[in-house]
């Protein structure tokens, strides 16, 4: 299953799924209080100038900068 | 339970609501900033009257995007709102503020709130960016809905704050919660749905609009790079006419004042001590407006996170993320709120080392010191038609700090394993920053800095002043009468220490007052030059006197040494109390200590090698 940490830029996608990492994750914790739940939709908005990281996400009417290993715990749906 | 006088309320949302903004409205200058007790979240109180004359005090809490913690300043607001603070009683009414374009992340923290028990007024902000991205929203029906009142308000322009306040004197029972297990995103959905009405296809926003240039992988980071390198210029450039006339003006004054007085030892305590001490600093005023000017800008206008997301990377070689730029770039103002904002990294490790080199990001302390070693030895010139030397050489001082700073972190974090140090940014809409919050700031900068000279800085210089006249010389002396004073001994015993630097003993005299705030180094200069020569106006003319007495090697070697100095007592007692660790402050003024040193050996035996 894809990933936001690989969507490419400009692209949209449903986000599935967030998975921890750990028991405690407090990251994956963060991501759902800030709204990155399943069934809401995600645009790569822009991604950083060095090895395309961080990137810019935007999430609804807000928008997050994430790392590649914070983004990575957001599974997508597969485009239909 | 219904309260009909609130006394005790706090305003409690996310961060980038226009909170602070509206707490602006609300006070106006009735405010108070200090820090919570043991830790150092920024605690600011506000005082205001209803339109019924009920007196109320106002808690401005730290921004959160949950009552379930993740670092210091969330733990503040959580505890406070939910009454489990040991100084700060719970607020009798919560004032919920959420920005009516961003509903679907605000809302559900107003969720939270609603679930404490406590009444809840809901000032809905940011109602115009809400019109110009074509929403309508039911607001009764939202109100209803919610179970609590809901006030549309433009924080930045004061509309709404009336029907605000009076709703303040309005009696107002707590919401009914939610039932235990609901979840808050589908109840965020249900309330949007039903009450928000959205455009078919959403206008694009502003802010989309800008951060396809200001986040672009190529634009970004020049954009970036120029708004920084202006910010230097203009800190040098457009404050030099206004520091000029201060000065001629204060020197007109302090002749003035003087004038009555005969000769003799009040005359010089009053003229070298306090006129030539305070005057010398209090000129810097302009400057240090000017880059305050920059900094509060920058940050109301939300271009600071877009600036972590770009030189995340960077920061990254420097084992750091993103989220140490900002604590980085207002420890350029002054390390002392830098260390502090540091607390909202809630990596340990990162949070220690970005602790560590922020003394090394050029605070706005070290500019007199700059500014007056560059004025009297760079020359004036215009480089490539439109860049001024002086500005350049300033921009180079902050690069070296900069690029210092990343390789000492680098250093630190080098072979430290570490959990795993999030990013996760929010990067809010731009506004255009309130004309009435930046003049806030920076009256409240310039009073710090007032308050700073008049206490700190003269009583310094008049101890100095003191060390330096005493004990008088024998009646036949040959040489200076300072030569024979304390002062003089203690600088020609630390003499030898410093020669390979290039100082002379007058640079080792003012170094130990300046321990206690690195401007004082120039006003201590100007004190001991007065009382070291017979001249009177010596205070006036510390520029050409510098630029007559010292070497060039010597003024950048001073130069290269303030660069890394942990000059400021107040620093390390902050970093002290941030880190509870004595080893680690001395750990930080022994390595801060030695860079000063090896880099002011370096560039005096560099320049005397080159020149």
New interface residues.
Partial sequence: MQTLATLPKDHEAIIADVTSVTNTD??A???G???F?PGERVEV???????H??I?V??????????H??AARIHLQDPK | MSISQPRHIALAGNPNCGKTSLFNQLTGSRQKVGNYAGVTVERKVGFFNTPRNTPIRVLDLPGA??L?S?SPDEDITRDICLGRHPAEQQPDLLIGVIAA?????HL?FLLELKQIGRPVIVALNMMDEAEK?GLTIDVEGLSAALDMPVIPIVSLHKQGIAPLLAQLDAEITPPSPLPENTNF?VEVRRLIEEFVKQPATPRERL??QL??WT????F??LILLGILFIMFQTVFAWAQPIMDALGNGLNALGAWLLAPLPDGMLHSLLADGVVAGAGTVVVFLPQILILFLWIITLEESGYL?RA???L???MAMAGL??RSFIPLLSSFACAIPGIMAARTI?NPRDRLVTILIAPLMTCSARLPVYTLLIGAFVPRHTVLGFMNLQGLVLFGLYAAAIISGIIAARIMTHGVASQ?H???????PYRRPLLRSVALGLWQRAVMFLSRVGTIIVSLNVLLWGLSSFPLPPAHAAGAAIDYSIAGRIGHLMQPIFAPLGFNWQICVALIPGLAAREVAISSLATVYAIGTTDDDAGDKLLPILSSQWSMATAFALLAWYVYAPQCISTLAVMRRETRSLKVVLGAAAYLFGLAYLAAFLTHYITLKTL
């Fill in positions: 407090v990251i914790l963060r991501l209080e800030l709204g739940v908005i822009a991604t950083g100038p060095f090895g990281e961080p810019a935007r999430l609804g009417t807000s928008r997050f900068a994430l790392r290993s914070e | 995007y949950s379930s993740t374009s961003n509903l679907r992340l559900r991205a995103h802010t989309d951060d396809r986040l672009h992988p190529v970004g980071p996170p972590a997301f770009l995340d990377r960077v993320s993103g809630q795993e999030p990013l996760l940014l929010e990067l809010p």
